[in-house]
């Protein structure tokens, strides 16, 4: 089951370690797992890139971006005695020879037992390639294991993930491909499962007898920033809906797994994402809106349109915005709609879920027209995290009147300042060959197929953008899609 192990000899090769995600994420990460005994001393971390530099200068830019990240630094120089850089044209075959010499040797100081791990922070173009070269240089021909941790976009498409899966293949087999989806990693993410298999009074009600939508959202308060150039072929669909949004549909509509083996749980989530009503064009305009954001004015600051950010075209059709309305086809799903929002530049910066239940047959205590408030619960991710229950009370007044009460629980500051990063949950994991909260290659193949469709009938015709200002919450039809059901979106709700 879950028990982790702390004590697993790893060479961890980065590529890409002079990009962003390194020094944001990977190597913060790393570190505070050392820090907290989860990283052991028989660790080595070689980063790759293309850069000339020596041991010392690699180390003193992975130590300040350490610095900027982590509040306590205690052992980082222990811990900087781990990491070594190596300069490497990832396209060159001859170049892989040095990075096997470096790879034994450090094997041999560090006591690794031919445990590798390779991370490709890398432009997607270069996964299969680097991938390949892991083979054929011999660096995967190891004593130990051996596992490959990708990050996303994997492919732009079906075919194309296709491709690029059939190309890894030829090196690693599937139980040793991790790929990243970072949500996955989110604390409370994770607690979806949790709170609903570990609690016996959701799951009787988690069907569509009790339930009448369930709404989850993603916004952004920034816009592309510098990502411009690979935006501009992604788009909130693939960015963020392929990957991210039904993710957490998925874990929301699956069925209890018969264990928590990582094979049971994405069984589950694999059959829940089997399950979602392929679109046809039709349903695809009915149930999907696209948005691309207008300049506007975030906490006092005007920001641009998308069409006026770096390396983006002037009169793109990308959209920043998705909102959709998804049908799940199985026994306890039919009849629910699943709506899910993300987009850029809007108001607030949320990753939620919202439960929203059935009415009670009966409202005993409104004559008139006025409706009882609905029972919500309400799983904040992010920024806030907790979890609440929106009920009904009777109101402080003589006769009987009902006021919407709420039972919260979040996470305390003092919680918050431990909050592990969802990377340092995923590099854990991975070092102990859990490849639970990782996505496996059945779920990228529905996803795909899903959000393929809704692609291929917004290829048909020209959006009117921008559509939405920056600072708001989204088109006006985003609005309708829930208002023609009877629903509303619960924003700013905790
Ligand atoms: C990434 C997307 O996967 O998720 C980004 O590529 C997006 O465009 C980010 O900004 C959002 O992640 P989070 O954890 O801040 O919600």
Not at 168 to 193: A, C, P, T, W
Not at 323 to 348: C, E, H, Q
Not at 446 to 452: A, E, G, I, L, Q
Request: with cysteine; hydrophobic share 35%; proline share 3%.
């Amino acid at each position: 089951m879950n028990t982790k192990n702390k004590d697993i000899p790893c060479l961890i090769t980065i590529f890409g370690a002079t990009g962003d995600l390194s020094h944001r994420k990977l190597f913060p990460s790393l570190f505070h797992l050392y820090q907290q005994e989860n990283l052991n001393e028989q660790v080595a971390i070689i980063g790759i890139g293309r850069r000339e530099l020596t041991n010392d200068d690699f180390r003193s830019q992975v130590k300040s971006s350490i610095q900027e990240h982590v509040k306590d630094t205690k052992h980082l120089d222990k811990f900087m005695e781990h990491v070594f850089y190596h300069k490497h044209d990832v396209s060159d075959e001859a170049s892989y020879q040095s990075l096997l010499e470096v790879s034994n040797k450090l094997d041999t100081e560090f006591n690794l037992n031919g445990n590798r791990l390779f991370y490709l922070a890398m432009a997607p173009k270069f996964f299969g390639v680097i991938s390949d070269y892991l083979k054929s240089s011999g660096l995967t021909e190891t004593t130990g294991f051996k596992r490959l941790v990708i990050e996303k976009p994997f492919g732009s498409d079906l075919a194309s993930a296709e491709d690029l899966n059939e190309q890894l293949r030829r090196s690693f087999k599937e139980e040793e491909i991790y790929r990243i989806d970072h949500y996955l990693g989110k604390d409370m993410v994770q607690n979806i499962e949790v709170l609903r298999f570990a609690n016996a009074m959701f799951e009787p009600l988690w069907n569509n007898k009790y339930i009448s939508n369930i709404q989850v959202t993603s916004s952004e308060v920034l816009g592309v920033e510098d990502r411009g150039g690979y935006y501009e072929s992604s788009g909130a669909l693939k960015d963020m809906v392929q990957n991210h949004m039904l993710q957490m549909v998925a874990l929301l509509a699956m069925e209890a797994p018969i264990s928590l083996h990582s094979e049971d749980i994405r069984a589950e989530k694999v059959k829940a994402l089997k399950s979602l009503r392929k679109l046809e064009p039709e349903e695809v305009r009915q149930n999907f809106v696209r948005g691309q954001y207008d300049e506007g004015v975030i906490q006092g600051q005007k920001v641009p349109k998308y069409r006026g950010e770096d390396r983006v075209a002037e009169n793109s059709t990308t959209p920043t915005f998705v909102a959709g309305k998804l049908t799940i086809d199985n026994f306890r799903w039919a009849g629910v709609p699943f709506y899910i929002r993300t987009g850029k530049r809007m108001k607030s910066k949320t990753i939620q879920v919202v439960v929203e239940f059935k009415e009670v047959p009966m409202n005993l205590y409104y004559e008139t027209d006025k409706k009882l408030d609905s029972n919500l619960l309400v799983i904040n991710i992010q920024p806030n995290e907790g979890v609440s229950l929106h009920l009904n009370a009777k109101k402080n007044v003589q006769g009987i009147e009902t006021e919407p009460v709420q039972l919260s629980y979040a996470m305390s500051a003092q919680d918050k300042m431990n909050t592990v990063d969802a990377y340092e949950n995923l590099l854990f994991d991975c070092l102990n060959g859990d490849a639970t909260n990782f996505t496996h290659w059945e779920e990228l193949k529905s996803t795909w197929k899903f959000v393929d469709a809704i692609q291929e009938e917004w290829n048909q015709n020209e959006p009117e953008f921008p559509n939405y200002e920056s600072g708001s919450n989204g088109p006006l039809d985003s609005d309708l899609l829930l208002s023609r059901d009877g629903f509303k979106w619960w924003d700013d709700i905790h």
